[in-house]
């Protein structure tokens, strides 16, 4: 009897039950099929950070030609007005020789703009000096009212406050922690140097050279 209840149980495609049994219990109403995970049962983790350069995802771009003149224009507040005459030298495509636009960050392209990055803060300092206003400069607006003159007066907190609102404004990110305070010795240093030759707007054109030439200010 017992074995011709078995042969029915097999013939009716209903496994026996026992306790080692891996069959799904029978689903309840408005219960739904079990669905197999589409990522295979594990989440690939991301790269380290640090290994990575402080990045996760994909690799850092270098801006095009037109992105940098209008990043140029907009944290520095003027036009770099000879970007079209280096714009060949700076990647742009002619579309007669070249139809793609290069990116890549090479020695070419740093030597023109490190000499457009001269031109520009030097000039934008030049025009800051003498505005009495902080409210209209680009470069030295938390700087105090009156005519820039002597930087080394300048107290350390207003120091780091003109670092941190540069960096904020040429990066999207400011400085902090132990970097804030070498860039605060770097001007410091600059702020000296610019006493004795009596041009102290040489010192903030120093600040933003530096910050316009940094893979922060061209990559994204």
Sequence with gaps: MRRLLLLVLVALGTPACDQGSSVSPPLQDGQLDPVENPHGGGVTPLPDPDEQSGRVGRSARRLTVAQLGTSIETAVGLPWKDLDARAASLGRADYALINAEST?????????LEEGARTVCLQRA???KAMLEAKSRTLGRTLPDGKITDLTKLEATQVREMLVYLSTRFWGAPLRGEELTQWEGFFTKAAARSKTTNKPEEAIAVVCIALMTDSRFLTY
């Design 104 to 112: 890549e960050p090479n020695l070419v392209f740093a030597k023109f």
């Design 126 to 128: 030049r025009d800051e």
